[in-house]
């Protein structure tokens, strides 16, 4: 119940349980995360942070949301939004060296191969439920891991795909460059698009049916309503962000390698999510930013910071299982 | 020939492995829930524990005693993490078990270091048993034959022990055998042991075969649930099938096109699920 009505981070008045809540008090954290967001090259450097590390957080934040359409929405934990998101950097990669010097059609590749990849893959994934589906989905993964790895005169092997770079965008009368401030609003509009269009689909109908198939599969079936499709459906969305945030992250470092596609990446989307709060609108970002910081602030003080992330994921597993916003927003109402 | 001959055998053994390593898993999903990422890490743990404790007290003490040392760490680990997460979405166990990866391939790599090991194998075991028709040697044959004791010992134990039949009963219908007076937690302590004394005399016995190094568990852990996925959720004997039969057709690929020797097991897998939805041995209601 909570959780649907945190999702909705319009405008809508709160009905029945809060009567005399302000109307606009549902504004003042979004306002706040755009602002933020808004503002953070100027702030980022001063608490020793970089572009390319915001940049980072927001592709990988992008990417667990997209996620978290399957795992917080719908209830299914799929273990292979890496493959999407790694497909999604190679077709953008590749489209730059041999399709078009054009970034925006770079992006739009990313999107439609792994919307594709996942449109071919959904029908015998949304079969199964639970930690099969997990199962499956991993192994999914790993097959395109396979492909990617072994496919070296295209795919660059396990060097991964060098030689291409982000190109300027022209807008008529004057180009984006595409400077590190320049390119992290372009990822920074992308991600308002993904986010704006993930908030209206989840007030539509579609949105609620895909809570209901978290909630109560076998009520949803007896309404006639197939679930396998609808989660074949959210499976393809979830695709397409996957591929987005993957080009993306490939324009971003003018590089991907075949660890952009392996499960170990696919876990630390998991892993975003669930540190957030996979339950709530905002969680896979803020779990995507944390795990960023982390692991950069982790890895320059000691050798074992794989070490400290796994202790900071079962932590969270075994004490915070609604993530870092689940943990703040009881804090509030208390 | 001799080189299709050898690429069988290679095959073979390191469908022994998947297997080995699918058993584990499958003894572990089925009653515990728990999808174990972690075994990967049990794997590697038990073959850097045999290359310290060979010295001491030989190959043979080695593979059992490593294991051993694993399942026990294994009962720990059980106890102290994966306990209080019984009965909630089995989403949190998984994701625990990937904490415990990282933790435990970190933990490897500052003890051992990061460099490959070799593990030291008898010597008798390592010349070739035949030079006329195919390169055998007898440490090859040795994998194998461990290999099946092992999983036929296993198989045997859970049919014909008292322990055996409430873990495979628990496994289909936990609620039933609780009611009837078992202890659910001592099951599961000693299922999820068991699986990771599996995984354990597999960690050694490849640690002989191909070295060891921190990673050696993350290439034999995705195999494995596709082979539990090929044998069928929720059966035993299918992961042992499914094992085997993946590990020869990579096998055989990498005698004609070495490249796809990898992504084969994942074709394949597609196949029999595109088939045959719930494996070749699964039980409907698994897949629903």
Redesign the interface.
């Known amino acids: 119940m909570s959780a649907t009505q945190s999702m909705n981070q319009s405008s809508k008045p709160a009905s029945g349980a809060e009567p005399n809540a302000n109307p606009y008090r549902k504004l003042i954290a979004p306002t706040f995360i755009w602002l933020a967001l808004l503002t953070v090259p100027i702030w980022f450097s001063w608490l020793g942070g970089y572009n390319l590390l915001a940049t980072r957080a927001l592709t990988l934040g992008l990417a667990a949301m997209g996620l978290n359409l399957l795992l917080g929405t719908s209830g299914a934990l799929s273990f292979g939004q890496a493959a999407f998101f790694g497909l999604g950097g190679y077709a953008a990669g590749e489209t730059l060296m041999h399709l078009a010097p054009s970034t925006p059609i770079a992006i739009v590749m990313g999107i439609l191969v792994g919307g594709l990849a996942a449109a071919i893959l959904g029908p015998i994934a949304v079969r199964l439920r639970g930690i099969y589906f997990s199962m499956i989905t991993i192994a999914f993964g790993q097959a395109f891991y396979f492909i990617v790895v072994n496919w070296n005169s295209f795919t660059g092997g396990e060097d991964g795909l060098l030689g291409f770079n982000r190109q300027p965008i022209d807008l008529g009368n004057f180009a984006l460059k595409l400077d590190s401030v320049q390119y992290y609003y372009l990822v920074l509009l992308c991600f308002a698009v993904v986010a704006g269009l993930i908030a209206l689909l989840l007030r539509s109908p579609l949105g609620h049916a895909f809570i209901a198939v978290r909630e109560n599969e076998r009520r949803l079936e007896f309404l006639g309503v197939g679930a396998r499709n609808l989660l074949w459906i959210a499976f393809i969305l979830s695709g397409m962000i996957g591929g987005l945030a993957g080009a993306l992250y490939a324009l971003l470092n003018n590089f991907i390698s075949p660890a952009a596609l392996h499960w170990t990446l696919s876990g630390d989307f998991v892993m975003m999510c669930v540190l957030g709060g996979m339950r709530s609108f905002w969680g896979p970002l803020l779990g995507a930013t944390v795990y960023v910081l982390a692991e950069n602030f982790l890895s320059s003080y000691t050798n074992n910071w794989m070490s400290a992330l796994g202790v900071m994921f079962i932590l969270i597993v075994l004490f915070f299982p609604k993530g870092l916003l689940g943990m703040l927003r009881t804090r509030v109402k208390s | 020939m001799e080189l299709i001959l050898f690429d069988v055998l290679n095959g073979l053994l390191l469908g022994v492995f998947y297997a080995l390593m699918a058993l584990g898993l499958s003894l572990i999903?089925g009653l515990n829930?728990v999808?174990n990422?972690a075994h990967g890490g049990f794997l590697a743990l038990a073959g850097y524990l045999a290359y310290t404790l060979l010295p001491y007290i030989g190959f043979a003490g080695a593979l059992l005693v490593a294991p051993l040392l694993a399942a026990l760490l294994g009962v720990v680990v059980e106890r102290l993490?994966i306990r209080?997460?019984y009965g909630?979405d089995?989403?949190?166990s998984?994701?625990?078990t990937?904490?415990?990866?990282?933790?435990m391939?970190?933990?490897i790599r500052?003890i051992w270091g990061a460099q490959g090991l070799p593990l030291q194998i008898p010597h008798f075991l390592q010349g070739a048993l035949s030079q006329t028709y195919f390169f055998i040697t007898g440490y090859r044959v040795l994998i194998l034959v461990i290999a099946v004791t092992f999983s036929l010992g296993l198989l045997a134990f859970l049919r014909y022990t008292r322990v055996g039949l409430r873990i495979l009963a628990g496994a289909s219908d936990l609620d039933t055998v609780s009611a009837l007076g078992v202890s659910i937690y001592q099951l599961r302590a000693l299922s999820f042991a068991a699986g990771i004394f599996l995984a354990g005399v597999a960690g050694v016995l490849a640690a002989g075969w191909q070295g060891l190094s921190p990673q050696m568990g993350?290439n034999l852990i995705?195999p494995s649930?596709?082979a539990?996925?090929v044998g069928g959720?929720g059966s035993l004997l299918g992961s042992l099938l499914g094992g085997l039969l993946i590990g020869l057709a990579s096998g055989i690929t990498s005698a004609f096109y070495p490249?796809?020797s990898?992504?084969v097991i994942?074709?394949i897998?597609?196949l029999v699920?595109?088939i045959r939805?719930r494996g070749l041995l699964g039980k409907e209601s698994?897949?629903?």
């Open positions: 999903l829930r999808i990422f993490l209080p997460l909630r089995p989403l949190f998984l994701l625990l990937f904490g415990l990866v990282l933790i391939e970190d933990m500052t993350d995705m649930f596709v539990i996925i959720v490249q796809a990898e992504l994942y074709i897998m597609a699920l595109a939805p698994v897949f629903g």
